[in-house]
């Protein structure tokens, strides 16, 4: 099951929530993964900060099973950095993305169909 995390320091209304959660499935798909699957976790009006400046920050952890191109990475990063950055209202250069590539990921206690433990 892939898992996108998005904390943010702008308090967001329902429907930013609501468009930040769409933007993260839509760009889950440039990964190949099935938007069913997804699960996605926004946390707003965090307390962050980037150094001493003031401005709208985010943060964004996405764990997916196994590998992924790098180009479709690359795209997936750039289009979800952007949404964040747009919906969350953030400051220049102010939302950072992280991607794990997991070689072993449980549901319920146990590894999805067709995977085994290296």
Not at 32 to 47: N, P, S, W
Not at 75 to 94: M, N
């Amino acid at each position: 099951m892939p898992y996108v995390q998005i904390s943010t320091s702008a308090t967001l209304s329902s429907q930013e929530i609501g468009e930040l959660r769409a933007c993260a499935l839509n760009a889950m798909e440039l990964l190949g993964k099935k938007r069913q699957y997804v699960m996605v976790h926004i946390l707003d009006g965090q307390t962050l900060t980037r150094g001493e400046a003031e401005g709208e920050c985010a943060f964004c952890d996405v764990r997916v099973m196994g590998a992924a191109e790098k180009c479709a990475c690359d795209g997936f990063s750039e289009r979800l950095s952007a949404d964040i950055a747009r919906v969350a209202h953030t400051a220049p250069q102010c939302v950072y993305l992280t991607l794990s590539e997991l070689t072993l990921c449980y549901t319920d206690g146990k590894l999805p169909p067709g995977h085994t433990p290296a």
